[in-house]
C-alpha cells in the first residue's frame, strides 16, 4: 500500500511554544490530506481537511488560529500547533488519499507541559 | 457523525476466526464500508473495503449482507498480533476529498 511519512513520532514542549508537525506522502501525489487527533482510549476525530494550494477546510470547533495548516506541495502538509498547551497534548494523526483508499501516517505524541 | 454501530470489544482465541459485526443501516448506494485497525500508538491500517459483494484480500474477507445493512469482517486465523481496535466506516468511493470519519470500534483481544 501507499506510505505516507509523519515526523516527528513524539515531541515534548513548553506552554506557549509552537510545534509543527509534517506528513508526506512518499509513493503517491496527495492533493488531499485529513489532520486528526486522538485523546487516550478515544476513537480519532477529525480537524480538518487540507487541500493542495487552498485554505485548509476546518472542522466544527476546531480553532483554525491554534492550528495552521499549510499544504505547499502534493507531497507534503504540515499542522502547526500555536501557543500550544497542556489541554492541546494528544495523538495527532494525518493521512493523504488516493480516490480509492485513505492511508495513515504513524501518529505524533504531543506533550505540552 | 459516524453512521456505523460496532460492540465496543470482542475476544478470540488464537487461530481461531474472528468475525466482526458492523451496523450501518443509513449506509447510501453510493457509499462503500471500509475496515480499518488501530493497534495502540500507531496510525490506522487500512484491511479492506467493498460495496456489495464479498471481498477478500490476504488480511481479511468482508461479508456484505445483500440490503447493505450490516457487515462482517472476518479475520481466519487470528493472532496475538490481531490484537486491535478494528473500525468500520462508510465512505463515498472516489473523490479525494471524502472524508473518512471514525466511530467508536470494536476492541478485539486475541487471547493466547
Excluded at chain 1, 502534493?74 to 488516493?98: M, N, Q
Excluded at chain 2, 445483500?66 to 479475520?75: A, F, P, V
Aim: overall charge neutral.
Amino acid at each position: 500500500g501507499a506510505v505516507v511519512s509523519q515526523h516527528p513520532s513524539r515531541v515534548i514542549c513548553k506552554s506557549g511554544t509552537s510545534v509543527k508537525i509534517e506528513c508526506r506522502s512518499l509513493d503517491f501525489q496527495a492533493t488531499t490530506m485529513f489532520w486528526y487527533r486522538q485523546f487516550p482510549k478515544q476513537s480519532l476525530m477529525l480537524m480538518a481537511t487540507s487541500n493542495e494550494g487552498s485554505k485548509a477546510t476546518y472542522e466544527q470547533g476546531v480553532e483554525k488560529d491554534k492550528f495552521l495548516i499549510n499544504h505547499a506541495s502534493l507531497t507534503l502538509s504540515t499542522l502547526t500547533v500555536t501557543s500550544a498547551h497542556p489541554e492541546d497534548s494528544s495523538f495527532y494523526i494525518c493521512s493523504g488519499t488516493t480516490n480509492e483508499k485513505l492511508f495513515f501516517g504513524s501518529g505524533t505524541q504531543l506533550s505540552v507541559l | 457523525d459516524a453512521k456505523t454501530t460496532q460492540p465496543p470489544s470482542m475476544d478470540c482465541a488464537e487461530g481461531r476466526a474472528a468475525n466482526l459485526p458492523c451496523n450501518h443501516s443509513t449506509i447510501s448506494g453510493n457509499e462503500y464500508v471500509y475496515w480499518y485497525r488501530q493497534i495502540h500508538s500507531q496510525g490506522p491500517q487500512y484491511i479492506i473495503h467493498g460495496l456489495k459483494n464479498n471481498e477478500t484480500n490476504e488480511m481479511a474477507s468482508l461479508i456484505i449482507t445483500e440490503d447493505r445493512k450490516s457487515s462482517t469482517l472476518i479475520l481466519p486465523h487470528a493472532t496475538l498480533r490481531d490484537t486491535a481496535v478494528y473500525y468500520c466506516i462508510v465512505r463515498r468511493y472516489g473523490g479525494a476529498t471524502n472524508k473518512l470519519i471514525f466511530g467508536t470500534g470494536t476492541l478485539l483481544a486475541v487471547q493466547p
